[in-house]
């Protein structure tokens, strides 16, 4: 059985501001949105590359300088006279005159549309009262960590400030305290998320952002948090006040368009009511410097080995046999319930052991499902290792507050623990033998690929939906023998 990717490859002759080939291979990477992760393995991050040059556009990595050209400014002119949607650039588009020989398994920031919202964010802060602020809204911490330091960067004279989760942000329930953490403050990066909370709550109020940007403004729709803050805030505030009292709106995306249904984009432009924009009068020399990928597709073989077969790997067969032979009757939340007189937990212990649901056995399934989900897309040499890795982790550090394992007690991760123990591991080798069965076919064509498209100052990205995923296919990357020498390949 056959599939494909579509996977847009560098032109033959790339201009002397455009020195990387990028090609994408999303959709055929990704995993299905409901696998969890066990562990996060990516929480490593000695082998992560330093951040990329903040200043993209300009020849200099440090100081930063800032170097509009004609188009970027016609969208500042756009963006200072309404609100707007930029919408420009292809989503194979890579920096330019950025890292050499890296390729970065990760999403990305658009280069050119972020660099447009910084003028339009120097602009704002020329023109807003000072006790006004701009906030960015990004979709993950990660973006966020971004986009901060590239503010912070180019706008030195301002005041920045990042809010996240792991600042305790949700347990912030003073005033005082908000109004000391925003002192002074003129930019805020945050998830949309928080933003919504704040206002909510009215730790922060509307009237208070003179410019509200949305980055990835494609996912302002339905109950994402976006859309939220435009509906249950921004409109309200249109429909009750003056436009005074309300922000500008900036959005920024690369794919305004998700699917291929009608009006996508009108719901997009009415949730932030703004219109979308893309240069015109500048666009020939846009065209300049914004090079559209080349799609190549590429068939390959979809596994047709059933879950019985997979299970003569040893590390995956041994999984699956102490998955499937946990004694629920050992499991520390059925010892809980068995030993209260309560009628509701004696209701809940029933409907534990008739459908074999506690904490630590989903937990287990989640971890079982991802290891056949990685087995399927990057094969048997992958699938060990995220095995192999996540245990050594989880027996390692038992730390309680690890991502993906917050909701267990001690005596849950205790149990945990010693059926994990009872898996043999075999450890991943750092010498990798050459492919054969030990890689997917789809992982075989991604490394072919890699090797074809790599020249002199290649960089690449490969979009990839999960962590984990990510963190297996950068650590085959690096140790496989026709790209460990090649390229240089980290994760974020």
Sequence with gaps: MESGIEVPCGEDEVSSDEDSISFDAASDLALDSEVERIVDLTGDTSNIPDEPSVDILSEESSPAVLRPRAYQLEMLDEGLQ??????????????????ERHLCITSF???????????????????CPAEQLIWFSCPTVALCEQQFAVISSQLPAFQCRILKGSDNVEHWSDQRLWDAVL?????????PKILLDALTHGFVRLNSIALLVFDEAHNCTKRNAANMIMQDFYYRSLQDDSTDSIPHILGLTASPVLNARAGGLDIIERNLNAISKTPRINRQEMMEFVHPPIFKTLLYQIPSIDRMARNAIRTLGSLTKAYLEMDIAQDPYVLSLASSTNPNDQRKLRKALQGRRTYCQDQMKRFWSQSHTIFDQLGAFGCNYYICTCIKQFLK?????MSGWIQLTNDEKKYLARVLQQVEIDEPSLEFSVSGPLLSHKTELLIDLLVDESIPNFAGLVFVEQRATVAVLSYIISVHPRTRHLLECGTF
């Design 109 to 127: 920031i658009d280069p050119h549309n972020f660099f447009r919202a910084i003028l339009r964010i120097a602009a704002e802060l020329e023109r």
């Design 397 to 401: 550090t038992e730390d309680p507050n």
């Design 183 to 191: 002192k002074n403050v003129r930019v805020v990066v945050s998830t």
């Design 82 to 99: 309404r609100n707007i949607i930029i919408a420009v650039c292809w989503l194979g588009m890579l920096w330019t005159q950025a890292a």
